[in-house]
């Protein structure tokens, strides 16, 4: 019996009933709604925005968070096979979700008060307001300790000043949770579009995450009230932990552009005729692909683990790190091997291995590069302190 090409080792029987069922309906959304559109997005450098209520029909805005507050409810495995599927359409779709969810959505729900929870996370769960998250600044997002954006408490409100660059959403987004240096050490905001200071500028010229919307974020003497500061933490945890929860799902996603690509690489190579036979009789073409498959198949097995690990509440983000590394490396690296195996057909959009190699350059830069989740192992190993 042929094995399934994407699904090696019957990873799929290790989910649940409900985790095939969720996979298949976001499966389903990719195939019939992001596939159609999205190369050409890509080529406008537009965001499909037309399909975010969709999204949010499906429940796929912070799924994983409770019922009572407009949400699905679902399991951490379940996110990532969310974050699978929509990758495997393109990782600007992955992006709008991952930032709204855990990004925008968390901390409202982890460090809100219960009147925040109320009054935002329906309307998100329903795509009626989109987020945004700010903590890079453009001196340098890697060490976000050495933050210069600042809030002085000034009678009942706050007064921001500073700025923010690379936000996910910023042009799109109806509200930002910025990051801000206080007296007290580092907190949040919920900074509402229209409060006079506050402005977004959208970063044009990108070769990567054309279909997302990137932007700058500038605060000019913005008055907050006191009601928008996130009450329940202080410290560069606040936004660390948010970061654990989206870099959860962006280790999964990698797995979905992966896939993608094998799918397509597998396809054309199967029908190309060179020297009289398919590139896909050729032995250095078979071990390409077998390695892509091996490769895919351990990033399959290892974010599974990492999912049910976060389902019982173990989860370290040191795992975390370990698997966006080896996630998003095995993705960038499959997707340039694709492209070349396209030959000079691979370098349009009207295939899909590029978009998804270009893309990857952003989703291996963000949420903590390649070496700082290195560092991160590295320091664990070794107890040293690299950075
Ligand atoms: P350190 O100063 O030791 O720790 C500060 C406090 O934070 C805690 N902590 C964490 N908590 C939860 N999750 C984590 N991953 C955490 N890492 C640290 C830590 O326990 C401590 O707590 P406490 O109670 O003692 O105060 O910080 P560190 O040395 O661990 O951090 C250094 C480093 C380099 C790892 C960190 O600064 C880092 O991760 N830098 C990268 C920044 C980054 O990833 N930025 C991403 C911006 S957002 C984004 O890219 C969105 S893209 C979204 C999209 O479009 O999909
Ligand atoms: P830098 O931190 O300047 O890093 C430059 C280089 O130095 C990198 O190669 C890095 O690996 C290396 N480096 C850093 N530290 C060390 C070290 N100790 N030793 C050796 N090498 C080191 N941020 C948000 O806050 N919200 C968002 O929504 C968001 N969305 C993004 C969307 C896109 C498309 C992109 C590209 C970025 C986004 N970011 C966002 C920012 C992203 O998190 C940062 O780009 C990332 O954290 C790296 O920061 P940086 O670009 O300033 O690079």
Partial sequence: MALPAYDLFDVRSLLSEEERAVQEVVARFTDERVLPIIGECFDQARFPKELVPEIA?????????????????????????????????????????????????YPIYAYGSEEQRRQWLPRMAAGEVIG????????????????????????????????????????????????????????????????????????????????SVTSSLFFDNVRVPEANRLPNVKGLKGPLGCLTQARYGITWGPVGAAIACLDEALNYSKERILFGRPVAATQSAQIKLADMARRITLAQLLVLQLGRLKDAGTMQPQQVSLAKWNNCRMAIDIARECRDLLGGAGITTEHVAIRHALNLESVITYEGTETVHQLVIGRELTGINAF
């Fill in 132 to 211: 945004c998250f700010g903590l890079t600044e453009p001196h340098g997002g890697s060490d976000p300790a050495n933050m210069k954006t600042h809030a002085k408490k000034d009678g009942g409100d706050w007064v921001i000043n500073g700025s923010k660059m690379w936000i996910t959403n910023g042009n799109l987004a109806d509200i930002a949770i910025v990051w801000a240096q206080t007296d007290e050490g580092i907190q949040g905001f919920i900074v509402e579009k229209g409060m006079p200071g506050f402005t977004a500028q959208e970063i044009k010229h990108k070769m990567s995450l054309r279909a």
């Fill in 57 to 105: 029909s499906l429940g796929l805005l912070g799924s994983s968070l409770p019922e009572e507050y407009g949400c699905a409810g679902l399991n951490a495995v379940s996110y990532g096979l969310i974050c699978q599927e929509l990758e495997r359409g393109d990782s600007g779709l992955r992006s709008f979700v991952s930032v709204q969810s855990s990004l925008c959505m």
